[in-house]
Each structure stands twice: as structure tokens, then as C-alpha cells.
């Protein structure tokens, strides 16, 4: 969704956002090998107003996406939800007032319009968890037989016995070191 930037005055103004889900598949290089794809199309309800020469941005967007899990490798609906916050300041004027990129709640525009949508993709992303997994408690895939442990419990012996890992012979010396001393 664009807007125009001289519309836009002191007086709140509240904005329903709809973008297509294949504008999102677009922005997250979308295809059949991603871990990553498009659900559906990104929902955002905004409330816009100028602030002197700056736009101010508030509200909440959300999305469904595809994503697959990084421990059972299977995929699953990741529901996404972030706040958007953003003062919009023109490029130029930002710049010589001596703004930065790594602001990360300033976003410049040039031109008369400002397209909302890679603002709140942005802030979409920011929102992703750092490790995709379909449930916290997911039991991955066993190392020796690749079977997903959620659905099956395969009959293969642990990895390590206790006991003989790398650091045995530390665990040794330090129960022997409790028993003398």
C-alpha cells in the first residue's frame, strides 16, 4: 500500500493493510527449497500521522508462514505477529541531520509516496524466532537412523554411553577427588 505524503496531517489516521501473499514470497526469494515460504498474505492495522516533517507509523502486522522445522525437519504454520513503530523522515533532510541507517526505528523515503509494506515486512522479520522448530518440545531426528523421534521411537542405542564421552575421565577424576577429599 502507498501513500501519499502531503496527505497525511497531524490527525491520526488508521489504515487496514492488506499485501498479496506472492509480494511476500517474492521478498523471501520463495521456491520450493526455502525453509522459508509464504502462508498467506501479511494483515497489518496501522495508525499513521505527521509529526513536523516526519511521518509516525504504529501499529501491529501479521502473517502465516511455511516454514520447516530445524530439529524433525518437517514443515509446519508459523504464525507471526510484530509491532510496527516507525518514524519516516525524507532521505535528504534525515541525512543532514545527521541520521543513520542504524536507526532502527528511523525509515526514509524520497518522492511523494511511501510504499508500507517493506516497512512492515521488515519488522515481520525482526519478529522471526532465531530457531525455526514446529514445538518447543520436538525430539528431532534420531543421528543414527534419520527417524523422526515425534512420530516413532526407533530401536537404536544412544549415541555416547554414559560414561565414555570426551569428558569422562574429567567426571572421573573429580568424583574421585569428592571421595578423598
Not at 9 to 32: H, I, S
Not at 46 to 67: N, P
Not at 133 to 153: I, K, S
Request: proline content about 6%; charged content about 25%.
Amino acid at each position: 500500500m502507498r501513500i501519499v505524503v502531503a496527505n497525511v496531517t497531524e490527525e491520526r489516521r488508521q489504515l487496514e493493510l492488506a499485501v498479496p501473499a506472492e509480494r511476500l514470497a517474492e521478498r523471501l526469494g520463495d521456491d520450493d527449497e526455502s525453509e522459508l515460504r509464504a502462508g498467506g498474505p501479511i494483515q497489518a492495522s496501522l495508525e499513521i500521522y505527521r509529526v513536523g516533517e516526519d511521518l509516525v507509523i504504529s501499529g501491529t502486522a501479521r502473517t502465516h508462514l511455511r516454514a520447516v522445522c530445524a530439529r524433525c525437519v518437517e514443515p509446519f504454520d508459523l504464525p507471526l505477529e510484530a509491532p510496527v513503530e516507525m518514524f519516516l523522515a525524507e532521505k535528504a533532510r534525515a541525512a543532514a541531520e545527521g541520521f543513520g541507517e542504524d536507526d532502527v526505528a528511523l525509515a526514509t523515503f524520497t518522492g511523494e509516496e511511501v510504499d508500507l509494506a517493506p516497512l512492515c515486512f521488515d519488522q515481520l522479520l525482526l519478529a522471526l524466532p532465531s530457531r525455526l522448530l514446529c514445538r518447543e518440545a520436538c525430539r528431532g531426528l534420531c543421528p543414527q537412523c534419520g527417524d523422526n523421534l515425534n512420530l516413532t521411537t526407533c530401536g537404536c542405542r544412544p549415541a555416547t554411553i554414559p560414561g565414555t564421552g570426551p569428558l569422562a575421565s574429567l567426571a572421573e577424576q573429580l568424583t574421585a577427588r569428592g571421595r578423598h577429599g
